[in-house]
Structure formats: structure tokens, C-alpha cells
């Protein structure tokens, strides 16, 4: 949507949950948290967005980033009934669509996102890291991220441009009704929704990645030490969890290393069920919101439908070749040329 609106998602809590007390995480505050954002906004300001939207919540970490920047785009504070739990960024990212954006910049965790894609699954998204345990968003310059954000939400990238890629997700079928992941659905035996420590890796019976990522923390690296799988490969990974297995070490939380052991591991092709029987929790993306009861189970499958996430640097390098950042009449001359 190539219309100069900008949306701007900030969590106000993530990166500042009890998991960081049970392993080595920092904390991610809010003052760090509107620099990130002003930086955004600088960015996006500078290649001409119109309107930047914003969300108030009990920190006002956008709006006072915002207010005394002096940008040239008219900025929107979103005011909406808050709960301090997802369904604040629920809110958030619908009234956003409502007012016309169709370019989010997030910032929060693996969790933040998936909450966005549960309402805006067709978003163009720059994912920025603030949360615990990252694999969906990036670590990148807010600064630049707000560049190729403003350049996307007035129309410069064309669809061929090669800039960004529809994720995959996890579409999970319950007693209960629908729900999205997108990075893992775990299935935890004598456990309890609601649970913010990390997991007890001896609860673990099966996980089911769309990414496999040998340089990530959490329940990807557990199928990345063994099989990788990344994120422009069609398929994802379900390990299966037992105790008389070998045991391997994984990074589980940061800084926090714990026994998994896994018995076997299959590719899993895009559309394909996979059991989730109870009784247990599954938790999607870390977070423990789903409880199967004796007898019940869900269904998940792993489908490329999710958002549209933009790579913040393949995205410049296509600008700067189209002669988008500078002036037209500069072209590179090669210095030092034998003069006759």
C-alpha cells in the first residue's frame, strides 16, 4: 500500500520478562526503546512518508521519542482500551490497517510479531529485535530500518524487486478454534499455560520449526545443531523428543544450555498435519497460551502465508543501484584514468 503511512508497533514489555531473571539475557528498557524508535522515524521522515502512527501505552515510549523531533510527517496517536498483554498489539495493528498503513516497523520479540500477524497477515514488516528470544526480527540500524520502511510505504520497491519474502508460518487447528505461529509449536507435557520460565527441556516431547537456525537461541537451534533450516527453504522440521535418546546441548535461553534428546527429525512439507495430542500445553513461539486436555489434540501444518518481511539490506543495495539515494547528474568516474 503505496501511500506514504507508515505504523510503527512497539511492545512496551518485551525484553523485560521474568525469563531474563532465570538466564543471562539484558534488559531492554524503555529509554533504549524510544531511541530505537526516533531513529525509525528519522529514517523514515528523511525518504518521505507522510504520516507515521503510534499507539499510546502506559510508558509512552513513541510518544515522547516523537514529540520534539520536528518531522515533516504528521504523526497519528492511536488511542485504544489497554489490557498490558497481546491483545494490545492486537488493537494496535488493526487500527493501523484501519487508518490505511500497509507498512509496519515492529518492535518486540518473536511473540510481538506473531501477535501482529494474527490480525495483519498480509503486512509488509520490518521486524526489529527488542524481545528475549529472537529469530524472527533482525538486528539492524533503526536507522536505515526506517529508510527502507519509508521508501517501502511510498511505493519505491516494485513487486519484482526481490527486497522481500512472504514467511512461513504455523497454522495451528484446535478444540478451541485457530491460532499462528511462526517460528516453533512445542508440545510440553506437565506444564501450565501461562508459564514464563524457560522451558524444562525433560518436558519436551515434539517441536515443529519453520526455521532450524544454528546461529539462533531458543527451540530452533535444537533442530539447527543437527538439520538447518532457513527461512527461503519450503519446508520445516518436527523432532521428536525422547529421554532414552542421546542427549546434545542447546542454547535454550541466553546464556542458558540445557540437554535435548531428540530421536528423530523429519523434513515436513508445506501443508502437511502434524498431531499434537494432549494431554499438555503447546507453546507457540515460547509463549504457553494453548492447553490440550486428555483425549484432545491439535493440528499443526506449516504454510508460506504469513506477512511480507522486507531484508533491510538487500533492500538499500536495489536503492542505491536504481539511483533512488542520489542526485541523478552524480555517476561514478574512475579516478586516476590515463589522460591523453
Known amino acids: 500500500m503505496s501511500n506514504g503511512k507508515l505504523g510503527l508497533v512497539v511492545n512496551p514489555m518485551s525484553g523485560r520478562d521474568v525469563r531474563r531473571l532465570a538466564a543471562r539475557a539484558t534488559n531492554m528498557t524503555h529509554e533504549a526503546k524510544r531511541d530505537i524508535v526516533a531513529r525509525v522515524a528519522a529514517g523514515a521522515d528523511a525518504m518521505g512518508v507522510t504520516d507515521i502512527y503510534i499507539t499510546r501505552e502506559p510508558f509512552r515510549i513513541a510518544s515522547m521519542a516523537l514529540e520534539h523531533m520536528g518531522l515533516d510527517a504528521r504523526v497519528h496517536v492511536v488511542e485504544h482500551e489497554l489490557a498490558n498483554d497481546a491483545s494490545d498489539t492486537h488493537r494496535t495493528a488493526a487500527a493501523f490497517r484501519d487508518a490505511g498503513c500497509g507498512t509496519f516497523v515492529s518492535l518486540g520479540g518473536d511473540g510481538t510479531n506473531r501477535a501482529i500477524v494474527r490480525v495483519c497477515p498480509d503486512v509488509d514488516l520490518v521486524p526489529l529485535s527488542t524481545g528475549t528470544n529472537n ?37 495451528v487447528q484446535m478444540p478451541q478454534g485457530r491460532d499462528v505461529g511462526l517460528i516453533d509449536a512445542v508440545l510440553l507435557r506437565n506444564d501450565h499455560t501461562g508459564n514464563l520460565l524457560p522451558f524444562n527441556t525433560s518436558k519436551i516431547e515434539q517441536i515443529l520449526l519453520t526455521r532450524a537456525e544454528p546461529n539462533s537461541i531458543g527451540m530452533s537451534p535444537i533442530g539447527g545443531l543437527i538439520h538447518p533450516v532457513y527461512a527461503q527453504d519450503d519446508f520445516g522440521l518436527l523432532l521428536h523428543i525422547d529421554p532414552g535418546a542421546p542427549p546434545m546441548l542447546a542454547p535454550v535461553s541466553p546464556g542458558l544450555f540445557s540437554p535435548v534428546h531428540v530421536s528423530r527429525m523429519d523434513e515436513m512439507a508445506f501443508d502437511v498435519s502434524v498431531p499434537f495430542r494432549g494431554p499438555g500445553v503447546i507453546a507457540l513461539d515460547g509463549d504457553r497460551d494453548l492447553k490440550l486436555r486428555q483425549g484432545e489434540h491439535a493440528s499443526v501444518a506449516i504454510r508460506r502465508d504469513g506477512p511480507w518481511v522486507i531484508d533491510v539490506e538487500a533492500a538499500m543495495r536495489w536503492a542505491v543501484a536504481q539511483g533512488i539515494m542520489a542526485p541523478a547528474h552524480l555517476t561514478p568516474t574512475t579516478a586516476g584514468a590515463h589522460q591523453e
Do not use: H, S
Open 135 to 171: 529469530v524472527f526480527p533482525v538486528l539492524v540500524e533503526p536507522t536505515v530500518a526506517g529508510m527502507v520502511a519509508g521508501l517501502n510505504a511510498c511505493g519505491k520497491f516494485p513487486a519484482d524487486a526481490g527486497i522481500k519474502q512472504r514467511v512461513k508460518v504455523l497454522r
